[in-house]
C-alpha cells in the first residue's frame, strides 16, 4: 500500500513557477514509476509527466515539454514536478500517482496506476 500526499499548489500569474511536492508512504517507493497527471473541470484526467524508478527514463505531454521537469529523490520519498512559464490552460487539479509498470506506452494512461494522491489546485491567472 502506497499512500499520496500532494503539496505546492496556488494561484499564480501567467508566466510564474510553481513547484509541486508529492510525499509517499511505505519502504517501497523506489519501486514504482511515478507520473503527474491533471484535470480541468469538465475534461479528462490527462497526463502530464513520468519518472521511471531510479529516473531513468522521464516522459512528458507534448503540452508541457520544455516548461515542466519532474524529478524524484528516493531517499525522500517524494517526486517533485517543477512547472515554469505557466499558461492558464495549465489550470486544473494536479494528481500525483504510483504505478509498478515502467513501458512508455503504459504510463501515460491513468489507468495503469494503483495508487493516487487527493489532488492540489492550480490556478492561473492570465
Known amino acids: 500500500q502506497v499512500q499520496l500526499v500532494e503539496s505546492g499548489g496556488g494561484l499564480v500569474q501567467a508566466g510564474d513557477s510553481l513547484r509541486l511536492s508529492c510525499a509517499a508512504s511505505g519502504r517501497t517507493f523506489n519501486r514504482y514509476t511515478m507520473g503527474w497527471f491533471r484535470q480541468a473541470p469538465g475534461k479528462e484526467r490527462e497526463f502530464v509527466a513520468a519518472i521511471t524508478r531510479n529516473g531513468g527514463n522521464i516522459y512528458y505531454a507534448d503540452s508541457v515539454k520544455g516548461r515542466f521537469t519532474i524529478s524524484r529523490d528516493n531517499a525522500k520519498n517524494t517526486v517533485y514536478l517543477q512547472m515554469n512559464s505557466l499558461k492558464p490552460e495549465d489550470t486544473a487539479v494536479y494528481y500525483c500517482?504510483?504505478?509498478?509498470?515502467?513501458?512508455?506506452?503504459?504510463?501515460?494512461?491513468?489507468?495503469?496506476?494503483?495508487?493516487w494522491g487527493q489532488g492540489t489546485q492550480v490556478t492561473v491567472s492570465s
Open positions: 500517482a504510483a504505478t509498478l509498470t515502467s513501458m512508455r506506452g503504459a504510463v501515460v494512461a491513468p489507468n495503469s496506476y494503483d495508487y
